[in-house]
């Protein structure tokens, strides 16, 4: 059974950092499509960073690179290193996995992930 069990959530300042993990069970990270989506109060969820079955990255345009989405594989982990953190990153941020290759255009379409975390609520104060 795949677990995905994200932590590193909090309340920071604006122009903080935080780093998130998504650690897995019952399957590999570096065999996997993983994202990092968010979901604000009254919006809809949306990606924010990908790397998929073939170590592909995507980010949002809207990161203007302040987000370094990465894995350990030695830790079954996921990250994501948040820098510059602004009032409008403030959401639940979710971890999703596949253990399909999901193309680069798909990759922020939460309906193609099987496994998701239960989230880690992040929040940012001006």
């Known amino acids: 059974q795949v677990q995905l069990v994200e932590s590193g959530g909090g309340s920071v300042q604006a122009g903080g950092s935080l780093r998130l993990s998504c650690t897995v069970t019952?399957?590999?990270?570096?065999?996997?499509?993983m994202t990092w989506f968010r979901q604000a109060p009254g919006k809809e969820r949306e990606g924010v960073a990908s790397i998929n079955l073939y170590g592909v990255i995507k980010y949002a345009d809207s990161l203007k690179g302040r987000f370094t989405i990465s894995r350990d594989n030695a830790k079954n982990t996921l990250y994501l290193q948040m820098n510059s953190l602004e009032p409008e990153d403030t959401a639940m941020y979710y971890c999703a996995a596949d253990p399909r290759a999901i193309l680069w255009f798909q990759l922020f379409r939460g309906g193609d992930y099987d496994y998701w975390g239960q989230g880690t609520q992040v929040t940012v104060s001006s």
């Open positions: 019952g399957y590999t990270v570096k065999s996997m499509s």
